[in-house]
């Protein structure tokens, strides 16, 4: 989380020497699995 370059979306790659350098402008993947995370660790459920 700490390392999203100013743009508070989470990249699929980032240099560990200049986190403002990463592979893709938008990868949503990334940004869907924490999402998830964040629901699951607050037990959050969607109903179909």
Request: hydrophobic share 40%.
């Amino acid at each position: 989380m700490a390392i999203d370059a100013g743009t508070h979306l989470m990249h699929d790659g980032v240099c560990v020497d200049d986190p403002t350098q990463y592979t893709r402008e938008w990868f949503s993947w990334s940004n869907m699995m924490f999402c998830e995370l964040v629901m699951d660790y607050f037990d959050i459920r969607v109903r179909h």
